[in-house]
């Protein structure tokens, strides 16, 4: 088989493109001007070039596969930083309903030291009239704060 630089150039192109982002040559030498030059193919004899090896370029669809990976990546972590953000919320928000409950304890226990201790005295309404309270109203508001305490206190 003659072995034609037509024939060779087809060759060369036919397996170029079977091995797809392989590294391609790259030529540097000086003209008869004094310039650099790159070049893919050797300057014609009796010049001389350093062939310079290139690294191939990366495969699109490991870049795509990358793309992907980093776009998972960062849903995740958004995904995580917004659990996070929700379980800071509810403990904040399990700590301010501590707080309400201490108060009410705090508040449920002063009502029954006060009722109990008070006797039949003069209390104020909530209409600001100020009422002496029965003995079955005494007890019965002995007995809201008791469920009360029982309520807010642990």
Do not use: H
């Not at 870049?63 to 917004?82: D, F, T």
């Amino acid at each position: 088989m003659p072995k034609s630089p037509v024939f060779s150039a087809t060759l060369w192109f036919a397996l170029a493109s079977l091995w797809g982002n392989t590294a391609a040559d790259v030529y540097k030498w000086v003209d008869d001007r004094g310039q650099i030059v790159y070049s893919q193919s050797p300057p014609p004899p009796p010049k001389r070039a350093v062939r310079i090896q290139t690294v191939p370029g990366p495969d699109p669809e490991e870049i795509a596969r990358a793309q992907n990976a980093l776009q998972q990546s960062i849903e995740k972590s958004q995904e995580r930083e917004e659990e996070r953000r929700q379980a800071r919320a509810q403990r904040e928000q399990q700590r301010e309903i501590q707080k309400l409950r201490a108060k009410n304890c705090e508040i449920a226990r002063q009502n029954l030291n006060i009722i109990q201790n008070l006797g039949r005295r003069r209390i104020l309404s909530p209409d600001g009239t100020s009422v002496f309270l029965s003995e079955e109203e005494r007890a019965a508001r002995i007995e809201k704060a008791r469920k009360n305490i029982e309520e807010y206190c642990d």
